[in-house]
């Protein structure tokens, strides 16, 4: 049974967390374990790095929006506690990718895809993913590839 060099990293997290006793942590760390064991045993196959980096960045994604509604309903105690699971999740993301950094990809794309217009935007964001995943929000992207045809 291969085992990647993230999923390493966050096996390796879990246990740091159980020796320090840092319930918080751990919990939060369970819960990336228990989502990559669903999906290895629903789909019967070994998670790699890529797949990986898709599955925690939707959980910081569910995590963000259950923020917002807490927040909305007044509830900042359960807000905080899911603002406290994106940090620990975001530690095993690579380093996030700067407007600058973003801007230059976002041209690479639509000029190795050959885009002229919006409807072709499907080209760009298919080069894209792979080289921002975990490292840009795709909300965020999406925007800026709109911009580059307007």
Request: proline residues 3%.
């Amino acid at each position: 049974m291969a085992s990647t060099e993230l999923k390493s990293n966050v096996k390796d997290a879990m246990k740091d967390a159980m020796r320090a006793k840092d319930k918080p942590r751990l919990g939060t760390i369970r819960l990336i374990m228990a989502e990559i064991k669903r999906i290895e045993v629903d789909e019967r196959t070994e998670i790699d790095d890529e797949r990986l980096l898709t599955i925690l960045d939707k959980m910081v994604k569910q995590r963000r929006d259950s923020a917002r509604q807490y927040s909305d309903a007044g509830r900042t105690e359960l807000a905080q506690v899911e603002l406290d699971e994106i940090v620990i999740i975001q530690e095993f993301l690579p380093e996030p990718l700067s407007n600058e950094e973003l801007d230059i990809l976002v041209q690479q794309a639509v000029s190795e895809s050959g885009a002229t217009t919006v409807q072709e935007m499907g080209k760009v964001m298919a080069i894209l993913k792979p080289k921002v995943q975990g490292r840009a929000d795709m909300g965020n992207i999406s925007g800026k590839v709109k911009k580059a045809f307007l």
